[in-house]
């Protein structure tokens, strides 16, 4: 099926919503990793997001160049076109772009797809992302205002960070204390500057303990109930319920089943997921390797093994591993077996 419309990537949310499962987006770096999640989404017969980071970016316009808007625009147009191969639709999205970014990153982005709809047709992007996490809320619901009236206009959807992912990603870095939970008050002041609809759709990422990177079970603190608090104090206040929010669960790894549960319950409808598929691939790379080593390797005086060590004989077995942990994420937040496509 092809990238999913502006329509049916609401469509896509409005579902999730209502019927109480997320959308797992997961984090690619090379066209391998985009086959990856195709042939894990279909599999697990779910619909999904597809996203790409400031590093993500950079890496596809060449490890040597980072010219990050060019990149995106390449990750675009290569899912764009191998997506129509299979049954499933996946919408595309730019993630975590900090304040220094925008300028190199989300804005030529946007600049292009204003170009594309003037021209009657969709946008590249069905929603990016602007963290502002690094800088007072104040600002970022400034810059947030300002990014919501372009995004609207090109019928794309924004996502909005508030509060503070602990760890690192893409160089994005914070510290892991008590500046991770969002409050009450700092959602009232989201849905005070942006609306609840009105002003263009977007998406919330609200902190509640959430880190970046790699962590066991256990080793991060969730407060997935602070999700229901805050949807519930904002449906008192703006009578806009039950759930007013569409919200994003950030820096899931090392979460427990339950709390991913609680917190799609409470209104999550996408969650990222990248450490996990990194590992998913590398992991069965390594694996190869080791047992392959004397077809991969020159050992000898020998030649090795041609299609051993033929990049496409391991690269399918690394796109297989990472496909197996993305149907497992569509198990995890209930999307699977629930596309209509």
Same mark, same amino acid.
């Given at each position: 099926?092809?990238?999913?419309?502006?329509?049916?990537?609401?469509?896509?949310?409005?579902?999730?919503?209502?019927?109480?499962?997320?959308?797992?987006?997961?984090?690619?770096?090379?066209?391998?990793?985009?086959?990856?999640?195709?042939?894990?989404?279909?599999?697990?017969?779910?619909?999904?997001?597809?996203?790409?980071?400031?590093?993500?970016?950079?890496?596809?316009?060449?490890?040597?160049?980072?010219?990050?808007?060019?990149?995106?625009?390449?990750?675009?147009?290569?899912?764009?076109?191998?997506?129509?191969?299979?049954?499933?639709?996946?919408?595309?999205?730019?993630?975590?772009?900090?304040?220094?970014?925008?300028?190199?990153?989300?804005?030529?982005?946007?600049?292009?797809?204003?170009?594309?709809?003037?021209?009657?047709?969709?946008?590249?992007?069905?929603?990016?992302?602007?963290?502002?996490?690094?800088?007072?809320?104040?600002?970022?619901?400034?810059?947030?205002?300002?990014?919501?009236?372009?995004? $609207?206009? /090109?019928?794309?959807? @924004?996502?909005?960070?508030? #509060?503070?992912?602990?760890?690192?990603? %893409?160089? !994005?870095? *914070?510290?892991?204390?008590?500046?991770?939970?969002?409050?009450?008050?700092?959602?009232?002041?989201?849905?005070?500057?942006?609306?609840?609809?009105?002003?263009?759709?977007?998406?919330?990422?609200?902190?509640?303990?959430?880190?970046?990177?790699?962590?066991?079970?256990?080793?991060?603190?969730?407060?997935?109930?602070?999700? $229901?608090? /805050?949807?519930?104090? @904002?449906?008192?206040?703006? #009578?806009?319920?039950?759930?007013?929010? %569409?919200? !994003?669960? *950030?820096?899931?790894?090392?979460?427990?089943?339950?709390?991913?549960?609680?917190?799609?319950?409470?209104?999550?409808?996408?969650?990222?997921?990248?450490?996990?598929?990194?590992?998913?691939?590398?992991?069965?790379?390594?694996?190869?390797?080791?047992?392959?080593?004397?077809?991969?390797?020159?050992?000898?005086?020998?030649?090795?093994?041609?299609?051993?060590?033929?990049?496409?004989?391991? #690269?399918?077995?690394?796109?297989?591993?990472?496909?197996?942990?993305?149907?497992?994420?569509?198990?995890?937040?209930?999307?699977?077996?629930?596309?209509?496509?």
């Amino acid at each position: 099926m092809p990238v999913a419309t502006p329509e049916q990537y609401a469509a896509m949310l409005d579902k999730a919503k209502s019927n109480g499962f997320a959308y797992p987006a997961f984090n690619v770096s090379s066209s391998q990793t985009i086959n990856s999640v195709l042939q894990g989404l279909t599999e697990a017969g779910s619909d999904g997001i597809i996203q790409v980071t400031t590093g993500g970016a950079d890496y596809f316009a060449g490890h040597t160049v980072k010219n990050r808007a060019a990149g995106a625009i390449a990750f675009a147009k290569f899912a764009t076109e191998v997506a129509r191969n299979y049954p499933v639709t996946v919408a595309l999205h730019t993630d975590h772009c900090p304040k220094d970014a925008l300028d190199g990153f989300v804005m030529p982005l946007i600049a292009a797809s204003e170009e594309e709809v003037k021209a009657g047709r969709n946008p590249i992007f069905q929603s990016h992302m602007w963290d502002g996490s690094a800088v007072p809320l104040t600002e970022n619901l400034e810059i947030a205002t300002e990014m919501l009236k372009r995004t $609207k206009a /090109i019928n794309a959807i @924004l996502e909005v960070e508030i #509060g503070v992912v602990g760890g690192e990603e %893409d160089g !994005v870095s *914070h510290d892991i204390n008590e500046h991770l939970y969002t409050t009450l008050d700092d959602a009232i002041a989201t849905v005070e500057a942006l609306g609840l609809g009105e002003q263009g759709r977007y998406m919330a990422a609200l902190t509640f303990g959430n880190v970046h990177g790699v962590y066991k079970p256990g080793n991060v603190k969730l407060q997935p109930e602070l999700l $229901k608090t /805050i949807q519930d104090g @904002l449906t008192a206040k703006y #009578g806009h319920g039950p759930k007013p929010l %569409d919200l !994003v669960f *950030h820096g899931g790894s090392g979460s427990t089943d339950a709390e991913i549960a609680e917190a799609v319950a409470n209104g999550v409808v996408k969650m990222n997921i990248d450490t996990d598929t990194q590992y998913a691939f590398t992991r069965s790379i390594a694996g190869y390797m080791l047992s392959n080593y004397e077809g991969v390797l020159k050992l000898d005086g020998e030649v090795g093994n041609k299609k051993v060590y033929d990049p496409r004989a391991w #690269g399918k077995v690394a796109e297989s591993a990472m496909a197996a942990r993305v149907l497992e994420s569509t198990k995890q937040l209930g999307s699977y077996g629930t596309s209509t496509s």
